[in-house]
């Protein structure tokens, strides 16, 4: 089945650690999103990749990074620079031909 | 400020209701989405839409392009239609709504 996975479902690290989320798609898109959504307030990008090899920093970059050196993924480290890093992460992709998005199932950060 | 706005923010209804979600964007768009994001977190996309009306079977979404306005509709609602339903648009970027907390009551 066509899709996108993330993993995992729950995370959790110590304040000040690195983390990085997993993303794989094999719906063969080109564009991939990272949103982080947080109660009381709809998803704000982080990043974006039109195409493998080049990313643009979405609305709130600041804390983050990622690389997207395969089509198919499209990891998300969250820094310790990131001040408030305990969120849900959504990764999604788009087809080519329409402006539908696909997202995964997300990803719940707890840093403690 | 949002570019979209959604109504209500949260909802209650009885099984059997007819519900309706408003939402409104101040942006030009290509398209508009609505998705609904179940408790464990996964949004799907229910529908798309860039003018007129929409149905897939109990659902129902329009949307008026002059007022920038869309509806989604259920009809004969359901305790498995309550999660959050989110409305998005396609300009040069997406812009989403921060999404209408549906709960129906059986």
């Known amino acids: 089945d066509g899709g996108i996975t993330q993993s995992p479902k729950y995370l959790f690290r110590k304040e000040g650690q690195n983390v990085t989320l997993s993303c794989e798609q094999n719906?063969?898109?080109?564009?991939m999103y990272w949103y982080r959504q947080d109660p009381g307030q709809g998803l704000r990008l982080i990043y974006y990749s039109q195409i493998v090899n080049d990313f643009q920093k979405g609305d709130i970059a600041e804390g983050y990074s990622v690389s997207r050196e395969k089509k198919e993924s499209f990891p998300l480290t969250v820094t310790s620079a990131q001040k408030n890093p305990t969120a849900f992460y959504l990764c999604a992709s788009r087809s080519d031909f329409t402006d539908t998005q696909y997202f995964g199932p997300g990803t719940r950060l707890t840093v403690l | 400020k949002n570019e979209v706005e959604q109504s209500p923010q949260n909802l209650t209804a009885q099984e059997g209701e007819f519900i309706t979600i408003n939402c409104s964007y101040s942006?030009?768009?290509?398209?508009l989405h609505w998705l609904q994001q179940h408790p464990g977190g996964g949004i799907v996309s229910l529908f798309m839409?860039?003018?007129g009306k929409k149905k897939h079977g109990r659902l129902i979404a329009t949307i008026n392009i002059q007022e920038k306005h869309s509806s989604l509709h259920i009809t004969a609602s359901h305790p498995r239609d309550s999660a959050v339903y989110i409305c998005?648009?396609?300009?040069?970027?997406?812009?989403f709504g921060t999404g209408t907390s549906l709960t129906v009551i059986p």
């Open positions: 719906l063969n898109h080109d564009a």
């Open positions: 839409l860039s003018s």
């Open positions: 942006v030009g768009i290509s398209a």
């Open positions: 998005a648009v396609t300009g040069n970027q997406f812009y």
